[in-house]
């Protein structure tokens, strides 16, 4: 039977939605619901639930704000569709880009000139085409700088259309990306650029007059007057994103900034063979034109909206981003002077000033402290925020709550934002609140509180004796402190042998509620890593218990993928003593080849050799066990990770120089390898064997061999030795007569 159709918001009266976006929106409704009410943590460990009842966003509400924002759905264009011959031919281009087809990188030029010909008047078409934007994203990576600006002309008018288009968004979003570098290009060897260049470019008709900063100015304007409604777009507000951070001059793939520009879903659309721009990775040299641009987009984009308008942004997953990328652009490009003009977006989120318990600015961040969503807000708050700001919303509203927002799942992230903000004296109150909650937050799981407090407590000279009394009293047994409960790992399968000595069946795997889930099992041992950093009580912690785990235990630790790295920082950390080392290591003696060969172990055994510096025959050791097991490790690519690290090849055919540079680099004469103690031996036998053949009579079983170099330099120095004795022995009977 069909439905009846339905009409959904003020700017969808007298039009006709496409059944398939209508379909997609409200799967993306369902999506998120189901979000919220089944997902538990995010990418950062986050459980998604809403802690304290906060002012939802209505749309209907963004609705009456944006009206005008957006042009009416009629206006929309129909750029068309790629015939079946076209798309045939534009698919078999993408999989030969994807692939890297190619013989060299000529012969890759000459096919993107072709297809970019073949390509030309239907980029439109292309970009909004669900199995050929693809291809166009490789195409923009691929383009020379002429080549892009050929595609922002054949953008220019649409892009508002493009950016809230689910696929040519992705294309507006690369577009900007690879740019962005061209901008910093051109602004630096503008200056330098002599007269030869500039009449080799005046003679190419095909590049474009104008610099790239130009395109981007021109997109700036085309898109004014719909920021608002862009800010929140499903897939405009990602595009937004990205042309704030490049108007900034900010690193294009800094960790801060792709978690604002990308979505955990976004598909990576790379092409095998293209090298990596480190420009991308570093502050990029933007002109004058785009500070002033950003700044007009700031006010833009908060034109209109009061306090209450802008606050409901801060709960929704698409404003929510926008707004802190907003906020700390604001106050890290503008300077602090510019959180106290009325227009600001600081100003206009918190207008009390100052603030007080019982103002509207209080009740919102003890809100968005507990929300999934607005609490990031409140984090980049924290970071950025002036210092006199800070110093008030510390006073009035964090400084007593910190002990409770440290034991809740959400606000715990704020939290560690704030320790990482106070001072010495401010950071030695706020350790005397927490450090005997210590217990308690551990078996919450709160490890990232703590080991920003140890972090932080490093940094600014804090004693850290008293983190470590209440760690140790969390998993304190008669035996000693439990590493394993720490670590999160169970005893070894084969450390469990039956009175009779004989190993019993390894037990069944444990089952999802008795196994600690892995991001758990992480965020665990990155505390223990932490600790083994700090020296003194806490280092020695860790140290200690693990030198007492018995030989299976610590082989299977070696074994996990998590907890191996724990034991790699125990074996290389300044704070290891030579006897922990040394303890730990000859645990694995007899196991050495099998775990070079376990994927997760190999790293373990690479850090052996940093670790025992100092203990030459320690390495001599585990080089033997190694060379007894060459052709597996040969057969294996973590063997022969091991094998190469370890310099194998040196020791077997060299082994006097792989001795040499041990001992070298180790900082250790004082230590004699195993090799020079056998050939010591081997040397004490022959002579034996000599002296015994000489007392007989005889000339012994090699009187008529070749005698080696080391037997000939051997009696050169006996001979050098007995002429200088003499020599002495002659002067003084001179001195005598």
């Not at 099992?521 to 218990?545: C, E, I, R, Y």
């Not at 907890?563 to 080392?581: C, E, F, G, K, M």
Request: with cysteine; glycine share 6%; net charge neutral.
């Amino acid at each position: 039977m069909p439905k009846e159709n339905k009409k959904r918001g003020r700017r969808m009266e007298g039009t006709k939605r496409k059944h398939e976006e209508a379909d997609d929106e409200q799967a993306f409704a369902q999506d998120i619901k189901r979000q919220k009410s089944t997902d538990h943590v995010d990418d950062d460990g986050r459980p998604i639930e809403n802690g304290l009842d906060h002012v939802p966003f209505k749309q209907d509400d963004a609705d009456e704000n944006m009206d005008g924002a957006y042009p009416p759905m009629e206006d929309k264009p129909f750029f068309g569709m790629l015939d079946e011959e076209e798309q045939e031919y534009f698919k078999h281009a993408d999989e030969m880009l994807e692939t890297n087809s190619f013989d060299d990188a000529e012969q890759r030029q000459l096919f993107l000139a072709n297809v970019w010909r073949e390509a030309d008047g239907k980029e439109l078409k292309i970009a909004n085409s669900q199995s050929c934007s693809r291809l166009m994203e490789r195409l923009i990576q691929l383009s020379t700088p002429a080549q892009l600006k050929g595609l922002f002309q054949k953008f220019y008018g649409n892009f508002v259309h493009l950016m809230t288009h689910r696929f040519a968004s992705h294309c507006c979003e690369a577009l900007f990306t690879h740019s962005a570098p061209v901008v910093t290009t051109e602004l630096l060897s503008r200056s330098k650029k002599s007269k030869k260049d500039s009449d080799e470019a005046d003679g190419d008709s095909k590049e474009p007059e104008q610099p790239m900063e130009q395109y981007f100015l021109d997109t700036m304007t085309e898109i004014e007057g719909s920021i608002g409604f862009l800010m929140t777009d499903r897939f405009a507000s990602h595009v937004l994103r990205v042309l704030l951070i490049v108007l900034s001059g900010e690193p294009l793939e800094s960790s801060a900034n792709k978690q604002l520009m990308q979505s955990k879903k976004k598909e990576s659309i790379k092409v095998d063979g293209k090298e990596k721009s480190e420009e991308k990775k570093n502050n990029r040299t933007v002109p004058e034109s785009f500070s002033k641009a950003l700044e007009k987009l700031l006010s833009e984009s908060i034109a209109g909206l009061d306090t209450e308008k802008l606050r409901a942004l801060a709960t929704t997953p698409n404003g929510n981003p926008t707004l802190q990328l907003l906020l700390r652009l604001e106050l890290s490009h503008f300077g602090k002077q510019r959180a106290k003009e009325e227009s600001s977006v600081i100003r206009t989120l918190l207008p009390d000033d100052p603030i007080t318990e019982d103002c509207g600015s209080a009740a919102f961040i003890n809100a968005m402290i507990y929300d999934a969503t607005g609490s990031r807000l409140i984090e980049t708050l924290v970071e950025s925020a002036p210092a006199k700001l800070f110093k008030n919303i510390y006073t009035t509203i964090f400084k007593e709550r910190l002990p409770s927002y440290a034991r809740n799942d959400i606000a715990s992230f704020v939290a560690c934002r704030i320790l990482e903000r106070l001072g010495k004296d401010e950071l030695f109150a706020a350790h005397e609140l927490i450090v005997p909650k210590i217990p308690s937050l551990l078996e919450r799981n709160r490890t990232n509180i703590v080991r920003t407090l140890i972090e932080r407590c490093t940094v600014r000279g804090i004693d850290t004796k008293a983190i470590a009394v209440n760690v140790q009293a969390t998993w304190d047994t008669p035996d000693g402190f439990e590493i394993k409960k720490l670590l999160k790992i169970d005893s070894a399968p084969d450390s469990q042998q039956t009175s009779d000595n004989t190993t019993t069946q390894p037990p069944s795997k444990p089952t999802p509620s008795q196994a600690a889930p892995e991001p758990t099992k992480t965020h665990f041992n990155l505390l223990a890593q932490a600790m083994l950093l700090v020296p003194g009580a806490l280092s020695a912690l860790v140290l200690d218990s693990l030198t007492l785990l018995d030989g299976p235990t610590l082989v299977h630790t070696a074994k996990d993928p998590i907890a191996s790295r724990t034991l790699q920082h125990a074996l290389t950390t300044p704070n290891a003593s030579i006897i922990a080392v040394r303890k730990l290591v000859q645990r694995f003696y007899g196991r050495v080849a099998e775990l070079a060969l376990d994927k997760a172990a190999s790293h373990v055994i690479d850090c052996v050799w940093a670790g025992t510096h100092g203990l030459a025959f320690i390495r001599e050791r585990i080089a033997e066990e190694l060379a007894e097991e060459e052709a597996a490790l040969r057969e294996s690519v973590c063997g022969r990770a091991v094998w190469r690290n370890w310099k194998m090849d040196v020791y077997k055919r060299r082994r006097a120089e792989w001795v040499h540079m041990s001992r070298v680099k180790a900082s250790n004469d004082g230590f004699q390898s195993f090799s020079e103690l056998e050939d010591a031996k081997r040397r004490g036998r022959r002579e034996e064997e000599r002296e015994r053949n000489a007392g007989e009579g005889k000339d012994g079983a090699g009187a008529g061999r070749k005698k080696s170099a080391l037997e000939l330099a051997r009696e050169r120095h006996v001979r050098n030795k007995a002429a200088r004795a003499k020599k002495v022995a002659g002067a003084g009977g001179g001195e005598k007569a």
